[in-house]
């Protein structure tokens, strides 16, 4: 990759929620025009220089572009060495800016968790990515970095400490506090709308090892949990996470990128945990109504209408109190090789959704622009990216703990 480039990062979509979150936290942690070399990015100048009186200072360049424009956002992207961009719906938004940063020979990270553009793009452009050695990483938010970094950091732990791998991993939800934002409900809506019009997508959208190339879509995973059952392994009613089917194959795609590091017969499941005895399985059937009305809500209809009416609309999100109340709590209960246990846990600072996710995304730009990696490249995991150097940023500054137990 070319490496005289004018900006280390250029934040795209700044003026959005989310992208004025990554924009404040990379100005407080690393400043402007200091070591990190970075620029606020859009479309509406006015938009862009009222945010950055409000969180930076004049120190931080703007730059102008057009998600529809591809000349426009091929002269943005040969300034810098990483585009970090919040813009979404990325199905709608998306596709030309990770062409014109593949074609540009740049890395490119974001918070996509839109599994049918997903694939989309890696069946497009990864070979061209390789070639060009550009890593293209989604998923850089709470979908699914913590996720496909708490795997990641568990197989190490148990490969250093037993000289095996953990054969089966189950992700539980113990607890979690957050908002969405008017972008999440937006992207959400689109996917359900995209798997409702075309068969191709919801074929995409149910199959576990989507993500994978056809002739590695093999394994004993089956799809994500649907209703509420008791769970053995945390002793707790568990139900749906509606984050399981974007952070599940994201995670079995890491393990087909590293040539199967995790094993071929890895098993990898996510849900949420509601307690335990009647009253934890009342509290799994009462909330799993929510993520039901949402699923079957059909574009068009009375009760997509309604629920539209309740979530916020795209620019709109949690308070800033809310946010900094907000937490999350992963537990990854373990089975190695050798059918021995162990555990694992990950947790967050602040809601998931937004205040990490903004942390998150923000130190994996950083990790792309100024640590020493390896030649990986392509269309690409966390894990897969940015490894150990990522795991370190989020134990940092990002806010995020790994522990494990054996």
């Known amino acids: 990759m070319n490496q005289s480039r004018e900006f280390d990062i250029i934040v795209w979509g700044a003026s959005g929620f989310t992208g004025r979150l990554v924009a404040l936290y990379l100005f407080d942690k690393y400043g402007a025009n200091g070591d990190l070399k970075w620029a606020m990015g859009g479309r509406n100048l006015k938009k862009l220089e009222k945010v950055r009186d409000e969180i930076a200072n004049k120190n931080v360049p703007l730059v102008i572009a057009d998600s529809n424009d591809k000349v426009s956002l091929f002269n943005m992207v040969n300034r810098t060495k990483v585009i970090c961009t919040t813009v979404g719906p990325y199905a709608k938004y998306g596709s030309n800016l990770v062409e014109a940063c593949i074609k540009s020979h740049i890395h490119y990270c974001d918070l996509a968790g839109e599994v049918q553009w997903m694939y989309k793009m890696i069946n497009s452009y990864h070979d061209e990515a390789k070639i060009n050695g550009s890593k293209i990483v989604h998923a850089c938010g709470f979908d699914s ?8 950091f568990i197989q190490k732990e148990v ?32 996917v359900l709308e995209d798997a409702q ?14 993500l994978n190339p056809i002739d590695e879509q093999f394994g004993e995973d089956s799809s994500d949990l649907k209703n509420v059952i008791f769970d053995k392994a945390s002793q707790s009613w568990i139900g749906p996470f509606i984050m399981a089917s974007i952070n599940t194959k994201i995670v079995r795609r ?10 071929k017969s890895f098993r990898y499941d996510e849900s949420t945990i509601f307690g335990k005895g009647f009253f934890g399985r009342v509290k799994g059937v009462l909330s799993t109504i929510p993520i039901g009305l949402i699923m079957s809500a059909k574009h068009g209809s ?9 979530f916020p609309i795209p620019g709109e999100g949690p308070t800033k109190k809310k946010m900094e109340k907000g937490f999350y709590n992963l537990r990854f209960y373990i089975t190695l090789e050798d059918g021995s246990n162990a555990f694992a846990k990950v947790t967050g600072d602040m809601d998931p959704g937004y205040g990490s996710s903004s942390k998150m995304l923000a130190e994996s730009a950083v990790c792309l622009a100024k640590d020493k990696l390896s030649d990986t490249s392509g269309v690409l995991t ?15 500054n990002a806010g995020l703990t790994f522990d494990f137990k054996y």
């Open 382 to 396: 966390p894990s897969l990216a940015m490894g150990d150097s990522l795991l370190k940023r989020l134990e940092k």
């Open 302 to 310: 009375l009760l997509k209408k309604g629920l539209d009416v309740l």
């Open 145 to 152: 970095i913590p996720s496909d970094m708490g795997v990641y």
């Open 197 to 210: 019009k075309d068969k191709m997508v919801y074929k995409v959208l149910t199959n576990p090892y989507a």
């Open 159 to 190: 490969k250093s400490r037993t000289g095996v791998v953990a054969q089966k991993i189950k992700m539980r939800v113990a607890a979690i506090s957050g908002g969405i934002s008017g972008g999440t409900y937006a992207s959400l809506s689109r």
């Open 254 to 263: 890491s393990n087909f990128l590293s040539n199967y590091a995790y094993g």
